[in-house]
C-alpha cells in the first residue's frame, strides 16, 4: 500500500486533496494503533496492514505461548503423577482449566482485537478500493489529459515548425526590410534631389509660363498674320488662275504644235522635202520637186509653208514636248477643261507622243501629265484644296465605244451609250471609271489599256491605226475652308491613222473602217470649226468621237492638237494632208474659256 501508483505520475498532484496522503495516515494510525492495542495483551495475529509491518508489536501467537508460559509449572514438565495421587491429579487438573480459562480469556480479548483489527481493515480496505477507484479516475483523467498533452505536443510541433518556417519568413521579410530600408534611404536621397530640382524647374517654369503667354500673344498676331496672308494667298490663286488663263487665252484656245518624227533607220531617205524655220520653231515647209516633162526644162520646186504655234523638230525630247503641254494641264486643274490630240497618220508617232516608251525620259503626254496632276494637287492641298482624279479609257472603232480598262470576260463585254449629263457635260454607261491617287495607278492602267487593245489587234489587223483612243481624267477640286469647288476634264486623245485610202483599193471591213475615220476626223474639224465661228448649231452628235468630247471642246476647253508627221519622202501626200487639216484647226479661235467654278 505504501507504493502508491501516484508517485508514478510523472506530473506532480497539484492539490493536496488529491495525495492519497489522509488514508495512508489514517492506515498508519490505525496499523499504531494496533499494535499499541496489541502490545499489552499477547496476541500474535499480524496486521493485513502493510504500514505497521515494522511495528514492534509482539505476534498473537507470541501473546498465546506467553500466557501459556504463564500456568504453573507443575504441569509443564511435571511427572505422571501415579493414580493414587488424586490430589495431586485434581490440581493438576485445577491448574489446567486454570490455564485453559486464561487462554480463553486470551483469546477472547485477542479475537475482540482481530475483530475490530479486521473492521478497520476492512474499513480501510474500503477507504483503499475508494482510493484505487479515485486514482483509476484520476489515471484515466491524466491518460485523456496526457493524450490531450500528446495532440498539444504535436500541435506544439507543428507549431514549432511553423514557428521555424516564420522565422525563415521572418529572416528573409527583415533582409527585405534591410534592402527596402537602404533603397528608401536612397529614395529619399533623390526624392530630396529631384524636390530641389522641382524647386528650380518651377522657377523656371514661371519664367516659360510668363514666356510662353508673351509667345501665345506673338501666336494670336502671327495666326491673325497667317490667316490674312492665306487670304491673301487665296487671293493671289485666284488671280494666278485669272492671269494663268488669260495667258492660255492670248496664247489661243486651241493651239496647234506639230512634230516630226525622226527617221526609224538610216536606210530611210533624208528628209529633204521638209523644211524646218532656222529662225524660229513655229514654221515648216514641204518642199516637193516636180521634174519637168517637158524638154530640158529645169524641175518646179512647189513649197508649202505651214506656220504652228510651236513645231517640234525630229532632235526633240519629249520633256520637252510635255513643257508646252504642261501650262495646259495646270489650268486643267484650275478648273478648264483641256483636251489635246495627236493627229497624223499611222506610224507618225501619235502614239510614241501620247504614251511614250517605257523608259523614264520616253514617257509621254499621259503619264507626265497625270504625275504633274498630282504634283500640282498636292501644293494645293496646302492652300486648302482637295482633289479627286477619276480615269476612263475609251476607245472608238467603227463608230461603236470599247472600255480599254474592261476586266471580265471577253464575251460578256457590255455595250456602252454615251448620255448628256449637262451642256459640258456626258458620260458613257457600263464605262470603268477609276478613282486614281498616283503617277503609278495610272501607269497601270495605260499597261491595261494596251493589253485590251492587242487583244483586238490579234483579230483585226492593226487594229489600233484604226480606232481613236481616249484617255480621260476627271478632276473634282474642293477649297473646303473658302467654300469653292472647280471640276474639270483632261482629255488626252491618241486618234487613227489619218491616211486616206483610195476607196477603190478598200473593200468590206476595212473600207468599212476607213469610213468611220474619214468620217469622225472630218466632223472633228467641222465641230472645231463652228465652234471658231461662234455658230448655235455645233454637230457633236455626228461622230461618236465629237459627242465623248462635247465637254472638252467648245467654249468652256483648251484644245491642243498634235500634228505628227512621218519624215519619209514617200509619206508626202498625207504629211501634206494633216499639215492642211492642222492649219484649219489653228486659224479657230474658240470663245473666251471660263472655269466650271461653282
Ligand atoms: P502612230 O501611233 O502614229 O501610228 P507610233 O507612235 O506608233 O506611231 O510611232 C511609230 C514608230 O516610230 C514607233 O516605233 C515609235 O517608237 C517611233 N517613234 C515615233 N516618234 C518618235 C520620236 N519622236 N522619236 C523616236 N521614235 C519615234
Ligand atoms: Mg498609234
Known amino acids: 500500500m505504501s507504493r502508491l501508483p501516484v508517485a508514478s505520475i510523472k506530473r506532480p498532484l497539484s492539490s493536496k486533496s488529491e495525495l492519497p496522503q489522509p488514508a495512508t495516515k489514517k492506515m498508519c494510525k490505525a496499523g499504531v494503533a494496533i499494535s499499541q492495542n496489541l502490545r499489552p495483551a499477547a496476541s500474535v495475529v499480524p496486521p493485513r496492514c502493510s504500514v505497521p509491518a515494522k511495528s514492534t508489536a509482539k505476534p498473537l501467537g507470541a501473546m498465546r505461548a506467553a500466557s501459556v508460559a504463564a500456568a504453573p509449572s507443575r504441569v509443564v514438565g511435571a511427572s505422571k503423577r501415579p493414580a493414587w495421587d488424586l490430589k495431586g491429579r485434581v490440581s493438576d487438573l485445577e491448574n489446567k482449566l486454570q490455564n485453559c480459562q486464561s487462554q480463553k480469556k486470551s483469546f477472547g480479548e485477542e479475537f475482540k482485537i482481530l475483530k475490530e483489527q479486521f473492521a478497520q481493515v476492512r474499513k480501510s480496505e474500503a477507504e483503499c478500493q475508494e482510493e484505487n477507484q479515485r486514482l ?35 529572416k528573409k521579410l527583415s533582409n527585405e526590410h534591410e534592402v527596402l530600408q537602404r533603397l528608401r534611404d536612397d529614395l529619399e536621397t533623390e526624392l530630396h534631389n529631384v524636390q530641389s530640382k522641382l524647386s528650380i524647374q518651377t522657377s523656371a517654369l514661371g519664367r516659360c509660363q510668363e514666356s510662353l503667354r508673351e509667345s501665345q500673344e506673338t501666336v494670336n498676331s502671327l495666326s491673325q498674320t497667317v490667316a490674312r496672308k492665306q487670304d491673301e494667298l487665296h487671293c493671289a490663286e485666284m488671280e494666278r488662275r485669272k492671269l494663268h488663263n488669260t495667258i492660255q487665252e492670248l496664247k489661243g484656245n486651241i493651239r496647234v504644235f506639230c512634230r516630226v518624227r525622226p527617221l526609224l533607220s538610216s536606210k530611210e531617205t533624208a528628209m529633204q522635202h521638209i523644211q524646218l524655220s532656222t529662225h524660229d520653231d513655229k514654221a515648216l515647209t514641204l518642199v516637193k520637186t516636180e521634174q519637168s516633162h517637158v524638154g530640158n526644162a529645169t ?24 513643257d508646252e503641254i504642261s501650262l ?5 486643274l484650275d478648273g478648264y477643261n483641256v483636251c489635246c490630240f495627236a493627229y497624223g497618220q499611222t506610224g507618225s508617232g501619235k502614239t510614241f507622243t501620247m504614251e511614250g516608251a517605257d523608259m523614264d525620259d520616253m514617257r509621254g503626254v499621259i503619264p507626265r501629265a497625270v504625275q504633274q496632276v498630282f504634283k500640282s494637287a498636292k501644293g494645293l492641298a ?40 449637262s451642256n459640258s457635260e456626258v458620260t458613257v ?13 495610272v501607269c497601270s492602267l495605260i499597261i ?46 491618241d486618234l487613227a491613222g489619218s491616211e486616206r485610202v483610195q476607196k477603190s483599193q478598200s473593200q468590206g471591213e476595212r473600207f468599212k473602217e476607213m469610213t468611220a475615220i474619214n468620217s469622225s476626223l472630218t466632223n472633228l474639224g467641222i465641230v472645231i470649226a463652228a465652234l471658231a465661228n461662234k455658230e448655235n448649231f455645233v454637230p457633236y452628235r455626228n461622230s461618236k468621237l465629237t459627242y465623248l468630247l462635247q465637254g472638252c471642246l467648245g467654249g ?30 489653228n486659224d479657230c479661235v474658240i470663245g473666251t474659256a471660263t472655269a466650271n467654278r461653282k
Not at 454607261?429 to 495607278?441: F, G, S
Request: glycine share 4%; charged share 25%; net charge negative.
Open 136 to 170: 483509476k479516475q484520476q489515471l484515466g483523467d491524466l491518460q485523456e489529459e496526457l493524450s490531450v498533452l500528446a495532440n498539444v505536443k504535436s500541435d506544439l510541433q507543428n507549431v514549432s515548425e511553423e514557428r521555424d518556417s516564420l522565422q525563415n519568413q521572418l
Open 299 to 322: 524641175d518646179t520646186e512647189k513649197s508649202y509653208n505651214f506656220s504652228f504655234d510651236r513645231v517640234f523638230g525630229p532632235q526633240s525630247a519629249q520633256s520637252e514636248v510635255f
Open 328 to 332: 495646259l494641264v495646270q489650268s486643267a
Open 382 to 421: 496646302e492652300a486648302g484644296w482637295q482633289y479627286t482624279f477619276t480615269a476612263s479609257f475609251v476607245e472608238i472603232y467603227n463608230e461603236t465605244l470599247r472600255d480599254l480598262l474592261y476586266t471580265g470576260k471577253p464575251n460578256k463585254r457590255p455595250e456602252h451609250e454615251i448620255r448628256k449629263v
Open 429 to 441: 454607261t457600263n464605262l470603268t471609271y477609276k478613282r486614281v491617287t498616283t503617277e503609278d495607278e
Open 448 to 493: 491595261l489599256a494596251n493589253q485590251n487593245r492587242s487583244t483586238a489587234q490579234t483579230k483585226m489587223n492593226d487594229h489600233s491605226s484604226r480606232s481613236h483612243s481616249i484617255f480621260k481624267l476627271d478632276i473634282e477640286g474642293e477649297n473646303t475652308g473658302r467654300g469653292t469647288k472647280c471640276k474639270s476634264s483632261l482629255c488626252l486623245v
Open 556 to 585: 468652256n476647253s483648251k484644245t491642243l492638237m498634235f500634228v505628227n508627221i512621218s519624215p519619209e519622202e514617200e509619206s508626202f501626200n498625207e504629211s501634206l494632208n494633216s499639215l492642211r487639216f492642222a492649219s484649219k484647226v
